[in-house]
């Protein structure tokens, strides 16, 4: 299809676009038609017939290995590598824990990390007396302060460095591959937040060296919430504590209660998955591989969000924080005299914009997805422009529709 027409038939199977300017996949992505169908008929179904039949499990086990290849196929990984779990969170718990911690071992991280992955590294350090170190990377943007912040925090007795491949505050990419290299020189295991990176840039997981790489379903798989993925590299499998993870599920095992995973990432897979979310989650996944193609989401999404980034550094009074040169898909900025909170709402009010703030650095961020338009974001900048062209007293009111005999008459 040439671009316009492939456009318009994306939108189409996404209704949510209709409700406004959809700029916060990077909290919850717009749902496919499609999926949404899926998990319909499964709940339906359930419903129906019930859940307690032997065979609805072996099939839905058949659903689970759908999700694994869907969620392999899009990292460019193998399936055996791949554990469903219920978020990001969930990934990034696990692969903390995978660690057999002592007393005077070392963690780092960045100060720039989602809660999902500081607050298993907090609880780390409270129950074993282990110390957690901060590399000091500023917005992200600078590669060689970064490396240099790791290579400064990465001291010896470090038993895993967690860091998330975009920032998921400032929307910067980190050179991950690199930092990962120091680690393993220095005998630690790697930890990645992939939650703001897969579905939106190109992610060869085995290229990032990462032992742990944790997925979002949610987000820009435009999966259900409650999904996600942890792809652990083949050494980690043997290397990881299991006892501390505890998860041999009967859906990683089969129903037999046979297991055959030795060197299988399913021994990280948990129980009591929402069963038609996991056939949304495959769908999703298949929708985007193979109905709109990989390579036009990552080349369309990434083009468009410089360019808005570029569009909003150019208004006087706006502050890009997201840096342009490391950036991916979410953009991150200020506008002056205005808190991100009141901007956001005024924003919201005015062009129905859908985003949200960053309350650490008083932001708003937008993520800019393939399935935006330049005109949503000529009409997003526009209001932006105004805002920054007044003060929260000064704005000119927006106009408003009288409904005539509404009255008290």
């Not at 000091?136 to 007795?157: E, K, M």
């Not at 409650?226 to 095992?253: C, K, Q």
Request: net charge negative; hydrophobic share 45%.
């Amino acid at each position: 299809m040439p671009d316009a027409e492939k456009l318009a038939a994306v939108r189409e199977a996404l209704p949510a676009l209709g409700a406004g300017i959809y700029l916060n996949t990077g909290s919850a992505g717009p749902i496919p038609v499609e999926s949404a169908a899926a998990a319909d008929e499964v709940s339906a179904w359930e419903l129906r017939t019930g859940r307690a039949h032997p065979d609805y499990f072996e099939i839905f086990l058949e659903r689970m290995a759908e999700a694994r290849a869907g969620i392999a196929a899009i990292i460019g990984a193998d399936v055996d590598s791949i554990a469903i779990t219920h978020a990001t969170t969930d990934g990034m718990n696990l692969a903390t824990w995978a660690v057999d911690w002592r007393s005077g071992d070392r963690a780092v991280t960045t100060g720039q990390e989602h809660a999902g992955g500081l607050g298993p590294l907090v609880a780390v350090r409270d129950r074993f007396v282990v110390e957690l170190g901060f590399a000091d990377i500023g917005d992200g943007g600078d590669d060689d302060r970064t490396i240099a912040a790791f290579d400064a925090a990465i001291l010896p007795g470090t038993r895993l460095v967690s860091l998330s491949h975009v920032l998921w505050t400032t929307g910067a990419r980190l050179p991950v591959d690199r930092i990962a290299a120091i680690a393993h020189e220095r005998g630690a295991l790697v930890a990645i937040d992939g939650a703001q990176a897969v579905g939106a840039i190109p992610v060869a997981v085995e290229e990032t060296g990462a032992d742990f790489y944790a997925v979002a379903g949610e987000k820009w798989l435009l999966g259900p919430e409650g999904t996600g993925a942890l792809w652990v590299a083949p050494a980690a499998v043997e290397r990881a504590a299991t006892s501390n993870v505890g998860y041999f599920s009967f859906e990683s095992i089969g129903l037999d209660g046979v297991a055959m995973l030795h060197g299988n990432a399913r021994r990280f897979e948990a129980s009591n998955h929402h069963r038609p979310s996991i056939v949304g989650l495959a769908r999703s996944c298949g929708w985007l591989s193979m109905y709109v193609g990989l390579p036009w989401i990552h080349a369309r999404g990434t083009a468009l969000a410089r360019a808005t980034a570029e569009r909003l550094a150019g208004i006087p009074g706006v502050e890009l924080i997201t840096p342009r040169e490391r950036m991916a898909t979410l953009v991150t900025f200020r506008i002056r005299g205005w808190s991100a909170q009141a901007a956001l709402d005024e924003l919201g009010s005015r062009v129905f914009a859908i985003a949200r703030t960053v309350p650490s650095l008083d932001a708003i961020r937008i993520s800019v997805g393939f399935f935006n338009t330049e005109t949503e974001i000529d009409r997003f900048a526009g209001a932006v422009e105004l805002l920054a062209a007044h003060t929260p007293e000064s704005l000119p009111p927006r106009s408003r529709l009288t409904i005539l005999g509404q009255g008290d008459g």
